[in-house]
């Protein structure tokens, strides 16, 4: 119940396509949802992150959407650049003061110009 | 890069060997987390700290214990290290004075244990 499940696991999109990478979870209590995005060599970089009470949230090309109802949020890259291939992770928060994140598993996006 | 700094970078250590990881920050964060990354895996939390000296376990501890005698620090350390703990190792903080209490991560430590 504490997983996150992550989808696909790799990815190739062409130079100004859109990239569209799923994440899945069971654990209502999850009360925050943030995509990190991480370059080879390099730690994970929060990308954008969105709470529960609200469907979508977009941040320059970068967009979570997310069903509450399903219990299923994604994150979608408009105009996909080649400086966009990364790895890129979905996680959720537990709940209370101590808010843990759970991590999926990470999707290898590969944006070919 | 919320002024986190990880040491070594890189390190290679022999089977059975005790090895200590340390993480540093320089903003007074509460929350500080050690993390380890493997293909497949994703991240993983092995354990985090609420303050000074308050430690507690994460998903995958065994093998593992911290310490933080300062607020700055906070370190890893792998008692008698095994092939299986070769990986890649993250330190987090938690900065609360953000809207979300998002975490962010340093650099990184690749530990190679032969």
């Known amino acids: 119940q504490q997983q996150v499940k992550q989808s696909p696991q790799s990815l190739i999109v062409q130079k100004g396509g859109i990239s569209i990478i799923n994440c899945a979870y069971e654990?209502?209590?999850?009360?925050?949802f943030p995509w990190y995005q991480q370059f080879p060599g390099k730690g994970p970089a929060l990308l954008i992150a969105?709470?529960?009470?609200?469907s979508e949230k977009k941040e320059g090309r970068f967009t979570i959407s997310f069903n509450k109802s399903a219990k299923q949020f994604s994150l979608h890259i408009m105009d996909s650049q080649p400086g966009d291939s990364a790895t890129y992770f979905c996680?959720?928060?537990?709940?209370?003061?101590?808010?843990?994140?759970?991590f999926g598993k990470g999707t290898k996006l590969s944006v070919k110009p | 890069d919320a002024g986190i700094t990880q040491s070594p970078r890189h390190k290679v250590t022999e089977t059975g060997t005790p090895v200590t990881l340390r993480c540093h920050q320089t903003?007074?964060?509460?929350?500080m987390y050690w993390y380890r990354q493997d293909p497949g895996h994703g991240l993983r939390l092995i354990h985090y700290?609420?303050?000074?000296?308050?430690?507690d376990k994460g998903e995958v501890s065994d093998g593992y214990s911290v310490s933080r005698s300062k607020t700055e620090d906070f370190l890893l350390t792998l008692e008698s290290a095994t092939s299986s703990q070769t990986s890649v190792y993250f330190c987090?903080?938690?900065?609360?004075?953000?809207?979300?209490?998002?975490?962010?991560f340093g650099p990184g430590t690749r530990l190679t244990v032969l």
């Open positions: 654990n209502t209590a999850f009360d925050y």
């Open positions: 969105i709470r529960p009470d609200v």
């Open positions: 987090a903080i938690r900065d609360d004075d953000r809207s979300y209490n998002e975490q962010f």
């Open positions: 996680a959720a928060r537990t709940g209370g003061s101590q808010g843990n994140l759970i």
């Open positions: 903003e007074n964060h509460r929350y």
């Open positions: 700290s609420y303050g000074v000296k308050d430690t």
